[in-house]
């Protein structure tokens, strides 16, 4: 039985249960508790959810797209069938137009229809976020050398939330900053995330930079430690309600399959020489079970 399943809907019980039912910039309420912590060791367990389909070929490949492939072009995403960042494209004009809630003068939320200028060289792209900070700070180059190099640093962080570049961004990022370490042969992290989308976003986030993790240890001769994940407000969208009870309904009747495990290719020795076509050929779950797709919309 795989304990990430476990773990993840006694969050989703306890947001339902002690949540709290709050307004915010997207128009649709969410119910949130204001913080939450896993810990997972990946010696242990791979963690991919089975109580629902995880589609582990878009996921990874976003991941690839922030600290491999470094881009912000969400065209990147499109060429190779992913379209999850298809809503915050600015525009061939340079603009990005989304309707949200804004606090007026009297600090109430009003639906507000938002045109963004960010000019035309950042066409097609989500402006100065992700990808961008990525590979103008060099984040994965310089966290691979320091690895390498010098394991007992304790300055290994990867830090995405940079106040210069926020006003250019079309979203901030989610999932904000990494800490890493390595003790006993062994690489754990530590990852920080400041608004959590729980049915959507984080079976995704998770199983995302425990490849990474897994990654990272593969091209510098590591084993796979702790991944520690600490969430500031843990939400559910109240139109994610149904679906996320339908999850918690499978597992309650059936509890869950074993975890899979994560197959990278062997021969790749080199973070930036695996595969990030459409076809993801290195990277690959082997014996995934998984009880079905389970849909849940996007609030922008």
Known sequence: MSKWDKEYLDLCKRILSEGTRVE??????????????????????????TTKQLFIRQAVLEMLWFYQAQSNDVRWLQERDVNIWNEWEIDEDGFWTATQMIPDENGKLVKTEIKKEFGKEWAHTIGTAYGYIINKFQLTQNLIKTIRNNPRDRRMIMSLYQNDYLETAVLPSCVWSSEWDVTDGKLNAWVHQRSCDVPLGLPFNVTQYAVLLRMLCHVTGL?????????????????????????????????????PELWL??????????????????IKLINYQHMGKISFPIAQ
């Open 24 to 49: 915010n910039r997207t128009g649709i309420d969410t119910i949130k508790v204001p913080s939450h912590h896993f810990h997972f060791d990946l010696g242990e367990e791979f963690p991919v959810l």
């Open 265 to 282: 290719n062997p021969d790749v020795k080199d973070f930036f020489d695996f595969d990030n076509s459409r076809d993801l050929k290195d």
């Open 223 to 259: 084993q796979p430690g702790t991944l520690d994940w600490s969430i500031k407000d843990a939400h559910i969208y109240v139109n994610q309600i149904d679906g996320i009870k339908e999850q918690i309904r499978r597992f309650d009747e059936n509890g869950s399959y074993p975890a």
